[in-house]
């Protein structure tokens, strides 16, 4: 996905993020199972942890599509400024 725009994450990084995630869901999701509830009381709790899981991958998608449109958007009005001052130092 990266394509040269800027530095790319170690492999190990990636990994980690991955584990991270998977562990602590999981975890929750045994906290959750293990809790004195009825069962409506628990399914509702998990449903609240896969919203709040969606909500957080939603958000960081978005805020990531909005920094990469403002990059290319930087560098089309870089490009635009660099021809004008080309075409003006034109004798």
């Keep these: ?6 530095p790319a994450h170690a492999p ?3 990994f980690f993020t ?11 999701v045994l906290g959750i ?3 004195p ?3 409506w009381m628990r399914a ?3 449903m609240g942890v896969l919203m709040l899981v969606q909500a957080c991958v ?9 920094h990469e449109s403002a990059r290319l958007v930087n560098r089309i009005e870089d490009a635009r400024t660099e021809k004008l ?5 034109r004798p």
């Design 18 to 28: 991955y584990v991270s995630f998977a562990g602590s869901l999981g975890m929750l």
């Design 85 to 89: 001052l080309m075409e003006a130092g």
């Design 12 to 14: 190990a990084w990636v």
């Design 37 to 39: 509830l009825d069962l």
């Design 58 to 66: 939603t958000m960081t998608k978005t805020q990531r599509d909005m």
């Design 1 to 6: 996905m990266n394509q040269g725009n800027g």
């Design 44 to 46: 509702f709790l998990f």
């Design 33 to 35: 199972a293990f809790l």
